[in-house]
């Protein structure tokens, strides 16, 4: 049972372009978001994150989108850059979860320069 | 100020061995968490510790997998008569209060041969 969805495996954009990363959930418990970026061998790497009382959150060239009717969220990268090049893992939990994180299986961010 | 220390990095164990799991948390935090990543999977919670004591182990396999959070030293997840399948990647986490984000240690790479 995925409760966090990343359906899309892969994604490869332009040096220079917006990258939109998506994220599904199911559980409606979920209440804060967050976004891990992940290099290989090496382990995730927090991003950015929202909780359920906003619908954006931005931090630099990161922006995170949540609808909440339609249980989805969105990272943008803007402008992307070869360095954005990596997996990422969009997770979330529940208020009083003790940061006890449910992970989607990752997207890989490819920027081609 | 360090981060999440874990240790070792890679872990080849034969069939029916023990493998032991080291991971210290960032200075000042009390909250750990494992987590564990098969091959094309996200990560996948496996339990919750404070110091002395097990908050959520309901991501835990049921037998073999033990995990501890001494008052002093490491966090310890140890695996019992490992099989095949164990063979992953173990990432451990902490984080300093309830709800705050998670910061990942680099992970230790489990092969069970």
């Known amino acids: 049972d995925q409760q966090v969805k990343q359906n899309s495996p892969s994604l490869s954009v332009q040096e220079g372009r917006i990258s939109i990363l998506n994220c599904d959930y199911t559980?409606?418990?979920?209440?804060?978001f967050l976004w891990y970026k992940k290099y290989p061998a090496e382990g995730p790497t927090f991003l950015i994150s929202i909780s359920s009382i906003k619908d954006k959150n931005e931090d630099g060239r990161f922006t995170v989108f949540l609808n909440k009717s339609a249980k989805h969220l969105s990272l943008h990268i803007v402008p992307s850059q070869p360095g954005d090049s990596a997996v990422y893992f969009c997770a979330a939990s529940t208020t009083g979860a003790n940061s006890k994180l449910t992970f989607g299986k990752g997207i890989t961010l490819s920027v081609r320069p | 100020n360090a981060g999440v220390m874990q240790n070792p990095r890679h872990l080849v164990r034969r069939r029916g061995q023990e493998a032991r799991l080291r991971c210290s948390p960032m200075k000042g935090h009390s909250h750990v968490y494992w987590y564990r990543q098969l091959p094309e999977e996200g990560l996948k919670f496996m339990v919750y510790?404070?110091?002395?004591?097990?908050?959520?182990e309901s991501g835990m396999p049921k037998e073999r997998f033990s995990a501890e959070f001494p008052k002093e030293g490491p966090s310890i997840l140890r695996i019992q008569q490992v099989v095949r399948g164990d063979s992953a990647a173990y990432f451990c986490?902490?984080?300093?209060?309830?709800?705050?984000?998670?910061?990942f240690g680099q992970g230790t790479r489990l092969t069970v041969v």
């Open positions: 986490a902490s984080s300093g209060t309830l709800n705050t984000e998670a910061f």
């Open positions: 559980n409606s418990m979920f209440d804060y």
């Open positions: 510790l404070q110091k002395e004591n097990i908050i959520d």
